[in-house]
């Protein structure tokens, strides 16, 4: 299994951006994606993406706001959040698995610890 560490988590106000990076511990042919979880509530798919980067997917909620990246020659994936929303608030985990993207999270094998994102109102 491949070694993920998030980063790029923080307070901000609604309306504000961050950008959160994922780095993994070796080059992998590995399709990526984003979940997260508030407190209470199950984890939840927010964005994945191919390996090449070519398919991006994401959940509804973010459409429009978010954009999903990648950067292969530094094995690291992205999620530039934008115009932030109180509902946002959670904790984001990036993950990996071999093959095409999925938006479960029982499909991914290797997950980072997680950072915080919090918006304030």
């Known amino acids: 299994q491949v070694q993920l560490v998030e980063s790029g988590g923080g307070l901000v106000q609604a309306g504000g951006s961050l950008r959160l990076s994922c780095v993994a511990s070796r080059r992998a042919f590995i399709a990526m994606a984003w979940f997260r979880q508030a407190p209470g509530k199950e984890r939840d798919f927010v964005a994945a993406i191919s390996w090449s980067g070519d398919g991006q997917y994401y959940n509804d909620s973010v459409k429009g706001r978010f954009t999903i990246s990648r950067d292969n020659a530094k094995n690291t994936m992205y999620l530039q959040m934008n115009s932030l929303k109180p509902e946002d608030t959670a904790v984001y985990f990036c993950?990996?698995?071999?093959?095409?993207?999925?938006?479960?999270?029982?499909?991914?094998?290797?997950w980072g610890q997680g950072t915080q994102v919090t918006v304030s109102s």
């Open positions: 993950a990996a698995r071999a093959g095409l993207p999925r938006a479960s999270s029982v499909d991914y094998a290797s």
